[in-house]
């Protein structure tokens, strides 16, 4: 198409530390993604056009919160932007507004959640009824969706997609992993596992059998839920670029977090991996908000989990970042 049939521009956040990819849309296209959401996404999760959508994130150059806005808006939900606002302004501002769905990264919710407990606030009073998550694994990792759901007192869903491909998939009623959307894609797995995906409705910027990156797993095996799509088992490993090895094994930040978020009182948790004399040496950075918390503890649950030993360090509260967006879970230093 030439320029002119284009409507939009979005950008990727460029957090693998490489510079973003910039994406076009057509009037058309964006609609396919607005369908999307309200179609599957949305209604995966029983949002409905009485409820009130609180999306928790700065409005910046990023596809997702937008077209998460675009689609409930097209439901015709009421949508809340959280936009320019401190975690303690989007606390009062849920509370106040009666948000009944909560948009946000995984982590970002239980961020929520720490500081409106410190404003003397429970969320899990709130009327947030909902969740939906994306950018990271977490709403797909049994023990943070625990948290999340705990935190709110709410049914907590994942949803997948990338600012080059669209919205690929969601979580359902089932639990255990993520449908991809088939009849909007192509998906094929590679022999290593990596998910390849062909958009059939983005016409302005077509992808055809794009490598996502992603590691998955998937089924074809009924679901309760009653989709016919085909599903990631417990949602995305990990990313290509994610995967570290301790001793010969080879682990993915995902498994990490099912067992540090299984141990209450974790706030914020980074994974350090460095090589040093040709050795992987990995280091996992927990703040905590418990006094009695056991570094010993965790470092023996993961052993046993994950068939090695991980150096627990509890480092001073405010040490590690926090961010709405994609929380980078590990850190790959030089030797």
């Known amino acids: 198409y030439s320029v002119d049939r284009y409507v939009r521009l979005h950008q990727t956040s460029g957090s693998s530390g490489e510079l973003p990819l910039r994406w076009l849309d ?28 609180f999306l928790a994130f700065s409005f ?12 409930a808006e ?3 939900a009421l949508c809340i932007s959280g936009g320019a606002m401190t975690s303690e302004q989007r606390v009062r501002s849920i509370l106040d507004l009666g948000a009944t769905v909560l948009l946000s990264t995984p982590t970002y919710a ?16 709130s009327s947030v009824r909902v969740t939906i998550h994306a950018g990271e694994a ?16 709410a049914s907590s869903f994942d949803h997948t ?12 009623s089932a639990r255990d992993g993520v449908h991809l959307i088939e009849s909007e894609f192509i998906f094929e797995v590679t022999d290593d596992g990596e998910l390849v995906a062909t958009n059939l409705g983005r016409w302005g910027m077509p992808l055809i059998r794009y490598r996502t990156g992603d590691r998955v797993i998937v089924s074809r095996e009924p679901c309760p839920c009653g989709s016919p799509f085909m599903k990631i088992v417990g949602g995305i490993q990990g990313r290509v670029d994610d995967m570290f090895t301790v001793r ?13 978020r299984r141990h209450p009182g974790v706030a914020e948790f980074v994974i350090e991996h460095r090589r040093e ?19 010993e503890r965790l470092e023996a649950d993961l052993r046993q989990a994950l068939g090695v030993r991980l150096d627990c360090r509890v480092v001073p509260a405010g040490t590690l970042p926090r961010s709405e967006l994609k929380s980078r879970r590990i850190v790959h230093l030089g030797e």
């Open 26 to 53: 057509t009037a058309e296209s964006w609609e396919w993604w607005l369908r999307i959401w309200a179609e599957h996404v949305y209604r995966a999760a029983s949002v409905t056009p009485a409820d009130r959508v």
């Open 60 to 71: 910046g150059p990023f596809i997702g919160f937008w077209s998460a806005f675009g689609g």
């Open 74 to 76: 097209r439901l015709g």
């Open 110 to 125: 239980l961020r929520l959640a720490d500081v409106a407990r410190g404003m003397g606030v429970d969320l899990a009073e």
């Open 138 to 153: 977490g709403a797909s990792i049994p023990a943070t969706r625990d948290a999340i759901e705990a935190a709110w007192s």
């Open 161 to 172: 997609g990338m600012t080059e491909l669209g919205p690929t998939g969601f979580s359902c």
């Open 248 to 260: 010969g094994v080879n682990l993915y930040p995902s498994q990490v977090e099912d067992i540090v």
């Open 277 to 295: 004399r040709r050795m992987d040496e990995v280091a996992l950075l927990v703040e905590t908000s418990a006094a009695s918390f056991s570094a």
